[in-house]
């Protein structure tokens, strides 16, 4: 490896350490991720930070636990990926409700399509 080139940690590619980020928390003062995988991560735990999963209503809670236990009695299957299935499918698989009031009635999104799911049409119903 060349002195101009260093390996992502990440991606684990060897780029030109003009494709990193400078910053002084890496010893040699260049970041360990490329500006990609840099980019990347921020966005994933920017979307982690708001995900209205992480809210503290009561009905919601209480929906999301029913779902909780019905996966773990084997009632309900969470899927390993998004329903949605968009090449921008990023973080967790959430257990999303339209309907409060109906805890099995699920839809499995990832955290940005349940985000955009709740931009575009507020908070589920009975909430
Ligand atoms: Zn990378
Ligand atoms: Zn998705
Ligand atoms: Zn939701």
Not at 55 to 68: C, H, T
């Amino acid at each position: 490896m060349s002195e101009d080139a260093k390996k992502c940690t990440r991606c684990r590619e060897i780029k030109p350490v003009a494709a990193f980020a400078n910053t002084d928390k890496a010893k040699d003062g260049i970041s360990n991720y490329c500006r990609i995988c840099q980019s990347e991560y921020y966005k994933a735990w920017r979307i982690n930070r708001t995900s209205p999963t992480n809210s503290n209503n009561p009905k919601q809670k209480s929906a999301s636990d029913k779902v909780y236990r019905a996966v773990k009695r084997g009632d309900l299957i969470k899927p390993d990926q998004c329903e949605n299935r968009t090449p921008n499918c990023i973080g967790r698989i959430n257990a999303h409700h339209d309907d409060y009031n109906k805890p099995f009635e699920v839809r499995w999104l990832c955290d940005g399509c349940h985000r955009t799911w709740h931009l575009e049409n507020g908070p589920g119903a009975n909430k």
